[in-house]
């Protein structure tokens, strides 16, 4: 009673009972300390979510040959891009109904069905034994898996306003890891008869399906956090209508009822004419195209011979640059952006970190005048501090979208951010691929030889999402909704 008593004055607001999102946000109340549980939670949820959208590269081309429908070996990367582009078709189809589904019945189903759905259907994927069958498993993969909308709208909730930028950045560093150790696990695990015979023996269910240990691994783990996501908390609303009969008949008693009124306008406000919000959603799309495109043109630029001016390193040397930069990510997102984004606030920080990127990316390709460790550090560092501004202004984008919406419209908001940002991400890989063989052929030009073009594009690219994210373009929203719900 008397431990009652002391904590009562603290709560400030009113929370109901029986309501998931009220006992969140007590809890969050109660104690201002950041949850190292609820950090782990968002980790392994996109983590896991992550791992199945890349990891089929490194052996897609061998998978495809296996299947034997091209008539030519120039027609299986042909084939290949066919089965990689499935995923994100399937997910720019349907993230905006899987975001209004998490805000009718709940974020928690909604990660659970996802990861259910990446059990079964990346696990059915591994034992593709045809084209069609691995084009329909990697759609329904797509198209079923509704977590990455919905993840970010949790994060925003689980954490109280001081920690939420901890909570987002977790998010990117999760999936950028996730796109760096999905390569590595499809690299090494795939045809393991032939890597590794004294574990897997010939005739085995291995050498029969070679891609499928890659599979079963990121699937092991997507149903472990399955299982972990039936114990974590629900963060949304759910007040019946007399609990809002009562919140008004309060309201008018305190004199607060043109309050209520602003707040309901904003409760019906469309989505698509919430501008500070598609303003935010465009922005991220269109930095969102100038990472993926930037990923493809550098792993195929990396590999090129120096006579065309790339810097011919080996798949392994490229991994391993990757995952220095994976490694300095989780530090900087983790230990250093929160503290940045205090100081300087998500869109002033992202607006310098686009500045300082266009710099540096023209600088890539002088780099290849270099060699041996000296060019190994230094492609290193450059890789490092690409990906950190890189992903300090898609964080402070992610920010910006889940504060300008209420709670009951940030699934459905979150969910036209993924729809919109596939769309151009569908789009940046081919693009990317084909400016750079074109550079590649201008190699002797007097203007831009070579790689310089193809970077000078993705500066173009980079420019364009700059610009974006200055007024007017971009504007936060006037009494912008605090996160602590009032329902």
């Known amino acids: 009673m008397e431990e009652e008593k002391i904590r009562e004055p603290l709560l ?35 983590l896991s979510a992550s791992l199945p959208i890349s990891s089929l590269f490194p052996f897609l081309y061998f998978m495809v040959r296996d299947f ?6 120039a027609d299986i990367s042909s084939y290949a891009g066919y089965v990689g582009s499935a995923f994100m078709l399937g997910r720019g189809l349907t993230s905006v109904l899987w975001g209004m589904l998490a805000d009718r019945y709940g974020r928690k189903p909604v990660l659970i069905i996802g990861l259910v759905t990446i059990v079964i259907f990346n ?24 977590v990455f909308g919905p993840v970010k709208a949790y994060a925003a909730e689980l954490f109280r306003e001081e920690h939420q930028a901890l909570g987002l950045s977790t998010v990117s560093a999760a ?46 783990f997507a149903f472990l956090v399955a299982i972990v996501c039936i114990w974590i908390p629900e963060t949304l609303h759910n007040h019946n209508d007399r609990n809002k009969s009562i919140d008004d008949a309060e309201a008018v008693e305190n004199g607060s009822i043109g309050a209520d009124k602003d707040r309901i306008i904003q409760k019906s406000e469309s989505l698509l004419r919430n501008w500070p919000l598609m303003s935010a959603i465009l922005a991220y799309s269109v930095f969102a195209l100038h990472d993926v495109t930037y990923q493809e043109v550098f792993s195929l630029w990396a590999v090129s011979p120096p006579r065309l001016g ?36 998500p869109i002033n920080i992202a607006r310098i970190s686009g500045v300082l990127s266009i710099p540096l ?31 300090t202004i898609i964080t402070g984008l992610f920010l910006i979208q889940n504060r300008v919406v209420e709670q009951h419209q940030r699934g459905e908001a979150n969910g036209i951010a993924m729809t919109c940002m596939s769309l151009f991400k569908s789009i940046g890989p081919a693009t990317g691929g084909a400016i750079l063989t074109w550079s590649q052929k201008r190699i002797d ?22 610009l974006m994210i200055f007024t007017p373009f971009l504007r936060e929203k006037k009494n912008t909704i605090s996160i602590k719900e009032q329902c």
């Open 12 to 46: 400030k607001n009113k929370y109901y009972e029986n309501c998931p999102g009220c006992k969140v946000d007590k809890a969050k109340e109660l104690n201002q300390n950041l949850s190292i549980l609820n950090l782990g939670i968002i980790w392994m949820v996109v």
């Open 68 to 73: 034997n429908i091209a008539k030519t070996e």
């Open 123 to 146: 696990t059915l994927f591994g034992l593709s034994t045809s084209l069609w069958m691995a084009i329909i498993m990697r759609f329904l993969l797509g198209s079923l898996c509704g």
């Open 175 to 220: 999936w950028g890891i996730g796109l760096i150790i999905g390569p590595a696990l499809g690299g090494y695990l795939a045809q393991p008869t032939e890597k590794y015979p004294h574990l897997f023996l010939k005739g085995s269910i291995w050498d029969k399906f070679p891609y499928f240990l890659p599979c079963l691994i990121i699937s092991g």
């Open 310 to 345: 790339g810097l011919n390193f080996t798949t392994d040397d490229v991994g391993n640059v990757l995952s220095i930069s994976g490694f300095a990510l989780i530090i900087y997102q983790i230990s250093l952006y929160p503290h940045v984004e205090k100081a300087f606030g």
């Open 361 to 391: 990316l023209q600088s890539y390709p002088f780099m290849a005048m270099l060699s041996g460790l000296t060019l190994y550090i230094v492609i290193s560092c450059a890789s490092i501090m690409k990906n950190l501004l890189s992903m």
């Open 445 to 466: 030009a007097s203007i831009l030889p070579g790689p310089h073009t193809v970077f000078f594009v993705l500066n173009l690219v980079e420019a364009v999402g700059l």
